[in-house]
């Protein structure tokens, strides 16, 4: 191990998880996939429905996904998905706009892979985001990706555990102001890592996970 250079082992077992992110949102390039990406989720072999049956699910689910997918002032999402919810930038280089428009003034640029952001509003091309940060920006819906992060928003390490509870054991610990990937969120905890470290942490010490909107839809894009 060269000079300057620790290892990422704790002396209580857990790891040192981190994107390599310092501050001002500077991180690595993840991959290119766009908002409309399905995540492949393994579920046990279906049995057989009726048709009759399949057909009156599938108009259930779909009045109930159409009721969802509303923005906050009420009106339908032109995406037809729910807003607020949680998008990630595409690359280290996303302009964030004033307005739904590239007529609109460059506000500033994103550097940063893989950052969480939410969408509080949005039109047919341009979602209105909310920053870690807590400013609000326009970009397009090119720039962003469905997957999911997790961002820790504090100066101090967060620990990763075992399982939903505070006295479960720590497996690693997310950087300050690092990046992680995120599958999802339950009863105030959510999962994160990857395949080779992954656990749990509480979803009001990251942003990336919360279901009420962070930002007014209604504030002009600027800094918080």
């Known amino acids: ?81 729910p807003v607020p919810r949680w998008l990630t930038l595409k690359s280290d280089e996303v302009r964030a706009r004033q307005g739904p428009g590239t007529d609109y003034r460059i506000l500033w640029e994103y550097h940063a892979a893989a950052l969480p952001v939410q969408v509080v509003a949005e039109t047919r091309e341009w979602r209105k985001i909310c920053d870690p940060d807590g400013a609000v920006a326009w970009v397009h819906r090119s720039v962003v990706s469905g997957r999911r992060s997790a961002f820790n928003i504090s100066s101090t390490e967060a620990p990763i555990r075992v399982g939903r509870s505070a006295t479960a054991q720590v497996r690693a610990r997310l950087s ?21 470290i992954h656990g749990w942490v509480p979803e009001a010490s990251i942003f990336g996970g919360a279901t009420r909107p962070l930002c007014d839809a209604n504030r002009p894009a600027g800094p918080a």
């Open 176 to 196: 300050p102001r690092a990046i992680v990937s995120l599958d999802d969120c339950e009863g105030g905890w959510c999962h994160v890592g990857s395949k080779r």
């Open 1 to 81: 191990m060269g000079p300057g250079r620790s290892s990422p082992v704790r002396h209580d077992g857990s790891t040192r998880v981190s994107s390599k992110a310092p501050p001002w949102f500077q991180s690595p390039s993840e991959g290119k996939a766009d908002e409309s990406d399905i995540v492949v989720v393994r579920r046990p072999a279906r049995a057989v429905v009726p048709p009759v049956v399949v057909v009156g699910m599938a108009l259930m689910c779909l009045a109930a996904a159409q009721g969802a997918a509303t923005m906050p002032d009420g009106r339908p999402t032109p995406s037809r998905q």
